[in-house]
């Protein structure tokens, strides 16, 4: 599967952002989907994660503030970004996998599948 991120930009503390991560093939419904964060200088970092059947999970520093859902019938899985904060600026990726197993879909390493990143900034 080939994955396509959009919808970063630049926005002051307490705003929000849409992520949307569009994806080709017609399995999509197969994969959980991740979006992890990469700052400047620092290893990329799990954000949140949507199972094949729905199940979310996300990171202490976002939980509360970031939802994940996914459109199967648009092969789009999306990362809506609220309360915003200066920490999260970051380059965002989604990635793909046919991992079922939850508890290791929230590292890097389980992913085989990246989307290209999207910027985002967040002003103080």
């Known amino acids: 599967v080939q994955l396509q991120a959009s919808g970063g930009g630049l926005v002051q503390t307490g705003g929000s952002l849409r992520l949307s991560c569009a994806a080709s093939g017609r399995t999509f419904r197969n994969y959980a989907l991740g979006w992890f964060c990469q700052a400047p200088g620092e290893e990329r970092r799990f954000a949140a994660v949507i199972s094949r059947s729905g199940h979310t999970y996300y990171s202490d520093s976002v939980k509360g503030r970031f939802t994940i859902s996914r459109d199967n019938a648009k092969n789009t899985v999306y990362l809506q970004m609220n309360s915003l904060k200066p920490e999260d600026t970051a380059v965002y990726y989604c990635?793909?996998?046919?991992?079922?197993?939850?508890?290791?879909?929230?590292?890097?390493?389980?992913?085989?599948?990246w989307g290209q990143g999207t910027q985002v900034t967040v002003s103080s």
């Open positions: 990635a793909a996998d046919q991992n079922v197993i939850m508890s290791t879909l929230l590292t890097p390493a389980a992913y085989k599948n």
